[in-house]
């Protein structure tokens, strides 16, 4: 195989799940596309896709295929990067991630100040929990991610280093009934409220299960944090996050916060990359600018 043609072509007609929108996101005719694939198939000596009547299928060779391309060509287009931005960053991209807690303050800054000194380097970032960003990681689709760490701390694959932490906070609307008790939230103060939250580590769940006797205590789980805070902005709902997400708001009076002590953790956010692996010149330059942000946001208030 001389080029890597063939398996974008591959690639993309696996991700559209489609011969005529595959074509069409490759800038081919169909049957281009189909003669790509036969042709790849030939190379290979297997059968790629199963063909029926509602369209076609991955066979096992397929599978297998697809996971190594999408590694080949994410590898490519890294190498592509890395060459364009050696010595300056006026172009290339710039693959990143982002958990939904570190994607709502602390990456965005981070991102302005990136943008603002190089604004020819292209940035994707996928916003989604730790689990997800890892495989994408180690599939080479990203180069580095912020995330919840405390269920990556000792992947031998991972190169984790741990930002500052947050106290956890329950935020409701301003004017919850539980902001006018006048005193001190119990927990089973909660008990006639839904919780929402993003996916929890397993080690926050638990110490939720036990505190509240909920052996679900998310009633409503949901990874996008801006669609949290305005649940929470229109009605009783509860939430929990870092404090540093919800800190703007809070300080605008557009959110509440309910304190309950040490029940809820603290923030465990990290920059995450592959072990081994040495970042290109735009993803060092954007991890420093992101710990450059992480110390300057303001503290905490006491609690």
């Known amino acids: 195989m001389n080029d890597l043609r063939q398996l974008r072509h591959f690639v993309a007609l696996a991700e559209h799940g ?100 190089y604004p020819g380097v292209q940035v994707r970032l996928q916003i989604d929990n730790w689990q997800q960003l890892r495989q994408r990681l180690l599939n080479d689709a990203l180069e580095l991610f912020v995330a919840d760490i405390r269920e990556l701390q000792h992947d031998p694959q991972l ?28 927990i089973d103060d909660l008990s006639g409220y839904a919780l929402a939250g993003t996916q929890l580590p397993q080690e926050v ?38 404090w540093d997400v919800v800190a703007d708001e809070v300080q605008r009076g557009e959110l509440g916060v309910l304190y309950l002590g040490t029940l809820l953790q603290h923030s465990a956010y990290g920059l995450v990359s592959r072990a081994g692996h040495s970042l290109s010149p735009a993803a060092a330059e954007w991890q420093r600018l992101l710990l450059e942000q992480d110390q300057a946001l303001p503290a905490a208030p006491d609690q």
């Open 205 to 242: 769940e638990q110490a939720l299960k036990q505190a509240s006797g909920r052996s679900q205590p998310l009633g409503i789980a949901c990874d996008n944090f801006m669609v949290l805070k305005a649940l929470v902005a229109h009605s009783d709902v509860l939430s929990l996050a870092p």
């Open 159 to 186: 190169q984790v280093q741990p930002l500052r932490r947050w106290p956890g906070v329950l935020f409701c609307r301003p004017a919850h009934p539980l902001l006018q008790l006048g005193r001190a939230l119990q």
């Open 18 to 117: 489609h011969f005529a929108r595959a074509a069409e996101a490759v800038n081919l005719s169909q049957p281009a596309l189909s003669r790509s694939i036969q042709a790849l198939e030939s190379q290979l000596g297997c059968s790629l896709l199963d063909r029926h009547s509602r369209g076609f299928s991955l066979t096992a060779h397929g599978r297998l295929v697809l996971e190594h391309a999408q590694r080949l060509l994410a590898g490519s287009r890294a190498l592509s990067n890395a060459v364009s931005q050696l010595g300056n960053l006026q172009s290339g991209e710039l693959r990143l991630g982002a958990g939904p807690y570190p994607a709502a303050r602390l990456v965005p800054r981070a991102l302005g100040a990136f943008a603002r000194r």
